[in-house]
């Protein structure tokens, strides 16, 4: 016992991030394994609850089968809870539990806490964790009470609040898992998609599980005063309303008359871009077949899946911000600037340097992958790298694919959507418990470009 207490003090953050994760998903791919969790009664193949578990835990949203007609009740409460903890972080749940105990919980175990969701500095990180959680509590609780004048009509008092809680959660930790399959197997969101009540709730679940927890906090503590948020915080903010904005106007200019056209009035097909441009970021709810929609669309949601949330949020992808600081580099170069800026601050070389790494690193995943499993299964390119795309973003849109690929594929996308889950840094940096070298080697210039 206390040679296992010794290895654990010498794991890093991201070991003990991975380690974690990776007992979550054997633990519960294993209770799902169970015939008590499937509606047939009988055990399903470990391969695939491994794939639905993970997909759970990292809030993609991809499946196997319809989570509905496969999964029993308990089945289903299993997942519940897996999404939950994949959402807000089993990290985050430690340490609120730690905090309410007589254990002093030290500096390595607050640096973890930093890391786990995405703070600046370290300081008050139990404090920000208790925000987190209950802030969590009240925005899935009040999606619930929402979500419930939908539900209950339909399915009753029992079925309609489990409904309603159900999707709130996944919601907000941006999973798009969902149990539509009721209404008709597969469907996601496509049976009620011109539903305002349903959709604008889901919408705003999704917003704000996206935008991530520190920004969370500047709206609260700061309200409309936009300038004293952090940098970090208008970032997030301000490219969550452009890719809004421009994808809500791409749907209008190439799917109204095309994939939207039997949608039926202005509102509902406003509606279901503003459905399918917010999920595509973050989750996975449908509100249409995917394979309807035009290439450029495809390839626009491939684009909005592949940045993703926000640092600190429940969803995954390369993030807001990364995605801001690669596009800030460039008009830092066009405007011959020596370093990157923006609103009246300068951005480290250090993050700038982690984003280049992050973006290029899921560049190569996501292109060695597509071609493995396109070679592998005889797929089309384009719905393999949506496919690929979807799970390496933890979003879960897919184009239909998903259920036939072979073992070797399925295995693959299980691994993407862990890494992408991980994050690509973190990723890496859990093979190695090297510290920084500050050894700097003779410099030598290179042309570029």
């Avoid at 949203?61 to 496969?70: A, I, N, P, W």
């Avoid at 060695?368 to 973003?393: C, N, T, Y």
């Amino acid at each position: 016992m206390e040679k296992m207490k010794e290895l654990f003090k010498k794991l890093s953050f991201t070991q003990i991030l991975m380690l974690g994760y990776s007992l979550v998903i054997l633990v519960s791919a294993a209770v799902l394994m169970l015939p008590v969790s499937s509606r047939t009664g009988e055990p399903t193949a470990y391969g695939h609850c491994i794939f639905t578990a993970t997909s759970a835990l990292s809030g993609t949203g991809l499946v196997m089968f319809d989570t509905y007609s496969h999964w029993s009740f308990f089945g289903q409460i299993v997942l519940l809870i897996v999404i939950q903890i994949g959402g807000i972080g089993f990290m985050s749940m430690t340490i609120f539990a730690l905090s309410f105990t007589s254990r002093k919980i030290g500096l390595k175990q607050r640096v973890t806490m930093r890391e786990s969701i995405s703070a600046i500095s370290g300081g008050g990180v139990v404090k920000i964790t208790r925000f987190i959680l209950k802030g969590t509590i009240i925005i899935e609780l009040l999606g619930t009470v929402a979500l419930c004048f939908f539900y209950v009509p339909r399915l009753g008092v029992g079925m309609g609040i489990f409904f309603a809680l159900f999707h709130s959660v996944s919601a907000f930790c941006t999973a798009g898992v969902d149990l539509m399959g009721y209404f008709e197997p597969g469907s996601s969101l496509a049976t009620a998609a011109s539903d305002p009540l349903l959709n604008i709730t889901l919408i705003i679940l999704l917003t704000i599980g996206g935008i991530g927890f520190i920004t969370w906090e500047d709206v609260v503590v700061h309200k409309w005063h936009f300038k004293k948020y952090r940098l970090q915080s208008k970032i997030v903010i301000v490219i969550t309303i452009i890719f809004y904005i421009f994808g809500v106007a791409e749907m209008a200019a190439l799917e109204w008359n095309n994939s939207l056209s039997g949608a039926g009035s202005g509102g509902d097909k406003l509606l279901i871009s503003s459905m399918l441009v917010t999920s595509g970021r973050d989750a996975g709810f449908a509100p249409m077949d995917m394979n309807i929609l035009r290439p450029a669309t495809l390839l626009m949601l491939i684009v909005f899946m592949f940045v993703g949330g926000s640092p600190g949020s429940t969803a995954c992808g390369i993030k807001t911000t990364t995605f801001a600081v690669m596009v800030l580099t460039i008009v830092s170069v066009f405007r011959k600037r020596r370093s990157v800026e923006c609103f009246g601050r300068r951005i480290d070389d250090g993050a700038v340097r982690n984003a280049s790494c992050v973006t290029t690193l899921y560049l190569m995943v996501v292109i060695s992958s597509a071609l493995v499993i396109s070679a592998a299964d005889g797929l089309d390119l384009l719905p393999v790298v949506f496919e690929v795309v979807s799970a390496i973003s933890s979003c879960g849109l897919s184009m239909g694919i998903t259920a036939g690929l072979s073992p070797l594929s399925e295995t693959l996308i299980t691994l993407i959507m862990f890494f992408g889950r991980i994050g690509g840094i973190s990723f890496i940096v859990s093979f190695s418990n090297r510290t920084a070298s500050k050894i700097q080697l003779p410099e030598e210039k290179i042309m570029i470009g």
